[in-house]
């Protein structure tokens, strides 16, 4: 006799307690009924026992000798997850889908066929948002972001009825097939859900390649699913744990590939390196070491001295020997501490010093005023204004070298901030030099010389300059 007419038949022993009690003996389904029926007869208030099931506690009457899942699935039976306590056994035994809700319950048989109204109510419970007909996203998932996907998402596909539920990384902090799984009993959940990460490796492309990387990652199978279906890890552990696997998936293609924040250049460096704005300098280093680069590249939240320091390890000290011509004085510069854009860009200014000092005349046996005056000009020339005035600090304690100093600061519009320190005569004289001082400044190599020993004569000075 099936089920069901035995559970008709105890309607006939509603009123008789000693038959109740009689059944209620019985471990099945059937017994848990007789025992819960027999509360109504039961002068005495019930022995309540407790339970800790999902989180809560939950306490039921005690009542003849079934199973306690059953005693609590038939008082509670207005629970959409208590109730299927007291048909779980069964449903695993018979490979039955039994899907509950809170205004349903039902049964489809040995096929997975949610319906509608448990599907809405899921996706309600787990608060997401109607997007389309087939489909329910948390909040930072749209249109466009389905499609197109900016964020990684984990989707969630009823095969049956090819509904969808989409939950992107910032709001995977649960398992949510473990929290739809309290609603439903089903013997394997691979025949009734589809679980897919959506990866969002790449955003956006910057090159058209004859071969689309994204393609790919479509076709890419999702790992860890036992993990998931067991409760062992969490939305978000999933997705970061699959993203890790395509990354690497990429990372192993024997191809150069540039992705950096989520753009692919493809093979395109002019184009990664303009999107990046380097300086001129980190430019010409990273313009270098992408073209050593063979294998793909993909990294996030990259500036131009993040993306020096990945490969300045393997390629740091080649480019520097590159840049300076010089082994002992690239390794110096190669084993300071500083970030490599640093490391670099004083490289670089130590290198235009001296290829500008190497244009320029160097002279023995100067005075110490024309010694100063050619300390100013250099510096100017290799460092700029800031060395300039540094220089200009430390002038001789001589009239003739002050006034020269004055001079400089009108050449450079420095002069005004300056002048109290000079006396009327060192400001007139120095007035007369600023267009001696300018020229220097300004002089190029081969006018160095003569400017430089126009402006000693303008100063009083008798020495004719000796080069060396």
Known sequence: MGRFFKIKKLSKYADDKDKLEKISKKKDLIGAIAG???????????????????GKEIKYALRGKSDKKKLIALQYINDPTLRLLGVGDIALKKKLHLY?????????????????AFIDFLAKTIKLKRLDEETFTCPHIDKKVKENPTLNYLRIRWLYSKKS?????????????LEISKYMIETNPRET????????IIKSCKNKCSKCIKKDLENFETKFLDEYLRGDISDYDLVKKNEKEMIDKIKNMNRKLLIVDGKCFGDNINALI??????????????????KLQNPLVVSNTTPNKLLELFWKDHGLSFLEEMLGDKKLANKFF???DKPSDIIAMAYDHKKTQDMLSKLPVYKNLSEIAHFVDDVAKSYKTGGLEKALNVLKDKPDDTRAKAIAYAFLL???????????YSNTEIEFGEFLKEYASKLLNSKPETYHD????????????ETLEKS
């Not at 859900?193 to 969002?200: D, K, S, T």
Request: proline share 5%; aromatic share 6%.
């Open 193 to 200: 859900i589809q679980i897919n990460v959506i990866p969002a």
């Open 411 to 421: 050449a450079l519009n420095k002069a005004k901030d300056k002048r109290w320190q």
């Open 100 to 116: 509950s809700w809170d205004k349903g319950f039902i049964c489809t048989g040995r096929e997975g066929k949610p319906p509608q």
């Open 451 to 462: 400017a430089l020993q126009n402006l000693i004569s303008a100063a009083g000075l008798t």
């Open 335 to 337: 084993n300071m501490r």
């Open 165 to 177: 539920f989409l939950i992107c990384e910032k709001c995977a902090s649960k398992n949510t097939f």
């Open 36 to 54: 819960v029926m027999t509360i109504a007869h039961s002068e005495k208030a019930p022995y309540l026992a407790s339970v800790t099931i999902n």
């Open 274 to 291: 303009e999107a990046l704005q380097p300086n001129e300098i980190e430019k010409k280093a990273i313009e270098l070491m992408l073209k």
